[in-house]
């Protein structure tokens, strides 16, 4: 009888385990409070918005065979020490560019030319002082002076800073004709234009810059055919964005876009919203301006109307990004942008191109040149290092809580808004 009821309570406790084990598993499938976020997208991948024939890009815009040294880093640089919040940004610095992705190394020892005993002049122009141009100018520096090319010893730099005005690029470039470098380095799609048009003979390497195949499409017509210029393409992740805007803000319909009409690089992000938007179930609401000053009050202008504010790489309203966090603020809108420089001044989330490694990616590509070869067989690349970003005071002050499955993901965490200077 015991042995009986020994095995009998054997087989009511096996019942019982499986009848748990089984619960557990059905409620893990019906559990529907699981956030989804984009797919992290390695460096060797390309986003949908990048190769869309239609997206204001040509069929040369997406190179197949570019690659950069950190090849191997996924876009949100996930690893353990990468994540931190803006009160460790001293090891931030050692280990990540200025949008979150691992750094990248131009070189791994000096080049030839770098031990010549010659000094090299080298000219930089940037549009505007933002921290994603400054970034990409830091990035170019450091990445060159891995390549032995160090200021100060063999390179000679001549800065050329628009501030903002886009008509002064011009004469930065009347400027840099007279000085007679041996490079020029074009930060911003402004500033290609302006150095191309000013010093059509001079080599030059450009970086952020988000489609040098429009921005000069007599010029620049392929990867491999693009006269004395190349560079390193930054082409924003817009539809990735737009989707981690719909993770933030599930209910979002309206997203709002402040953008500059007279900048190039702004137009072709825009269109590619307007193309991503509605397979997302979202629409665009534009508010085109003309001039910087404008941000605040076209961000007020629709600010009723949207349900999430999306800044995509334009340098004007990145200038005057303080304005549209305001807004955003005031309305209890979030804001998504597309510039990983833009996390310390309070947008909710920003996912996109770490231009400190784009300046890296194009200091590579500039060395080749400074050893010799020419600019037009300098094949040009593109940028696939990604940066995923939030500040969690400004998506509170949004009105949003950031889900875990995204606050896992990011690489940065700032826990405090830092406006630019």
């Known amino acids: 009888m015991r042995k009986f009821a020994s095995f009998n309570l054997r087989r009511v406790s096996l019942f019982l385990a499986l009848s748990l084990a089984l619960v557990t598993f059905l409620a893990a499938c019906g559990d529907n409070t699981a956030t989804s976020v984009p797919a992290t997208t390695t460096a060797a991948a390309t986003t949908a918005a990048a190769t869309t024939a239609g997206a204001a890009t040509t069929a040369g815009a997406t190179t197949a065979g570019a690659t950069t040294a950190s090849a191997a880093t996924t876009a949100g640089a996930t690893t353990a020490s990468v994540v931190t919040t803006a009160s460790a940004t001293t090891a931030v610095a050692a280990t990540t560019g200025a949008g979150g992705a691992a ?18 002049k080298i000219a930089i122009a940037v549009q505007a002082p933002i921290p994603a141009l400054s970034n990409a100018i830091k990035g170019t520096k450091e990445g060159l002076a891995t390549c032995g090319f160090i200021e100060g010893k063999n390179v000679t730099y001549s800065l050329g800073d628009a501030n903002g005005d886009i008509p002064s690029l011009k004469t930065i470039g009347d400027k840099f004709r007279d000085e007679k470098p041996d490079l020029i380095v074009a930060v911003g799609t402004q500033a290609l234009v302006n150095m191309y048009n000013t010093n059509p003979n001079t080599p030059i390497v450009f970086n952020a810059t988000t489609n040098p195949y429009v921005a000069l499409k007599d010029v620049v017509k392929t990867p491999t055919d693009h006269g004395n210029v190349t560079g390193v393409q930054a082409l924003a992740p817009i539809k990735e964005a737009l989707e981690y805007a719909k993770v933030v803000a599930p209910n979002a319909k309206n997203i709002g876009l402040v953008w500059t009409t007279s900048e190039q690089n702004s137009a072709v992000n825009t269109d590619i919203a307007k193309q991503e938007a509605p397979g997302l179930g979202l629409t665009i609401v534009e508010a085109p301006i003309s001039k910087r000053e404008e941000v605040q009050q076209a961000a007020q202008s629709i600010a009723d109307k949207v349900d999430v504010f999306f800044s995509t790489t334009d340098v004007s309203v990145v200038d005057q990004l303080e304005a549209l966090v305001q807004v955003a603020i005031a309305k209890k809108k979030p804001v998504i942008s597309n510039d990983p420089s833009s996390g310390p001044r309070g947008v909710a989330l920003a996912y996109g191109i770490d231009y400190y490694n784009n300046g890296v990616s194009s200091a590579k590509l500039a060395s080749r040149i400074l050893n010799g070869e020419a600019a037009s067989k300098v094949d040009i690349e593109k940028e696939k290092d990604f940066g995923l970003v939030v500040n969690l005071e400004g998506a509170q002050l949004m009105g949003v809580k950031l ?10 965490k700032y826990d405090k808004i830092t406006p630019n200077k």
């Open 103 to 120: 750094k990248s190394v131009a070189c791994t020892a000096p080049t030839a030319a770098a031990t010549n005993g010659k000094t090299y």
């Open 403 to 412: 889900p875990d499955a995204i606050l896992s993901k990011a690489s940065v």
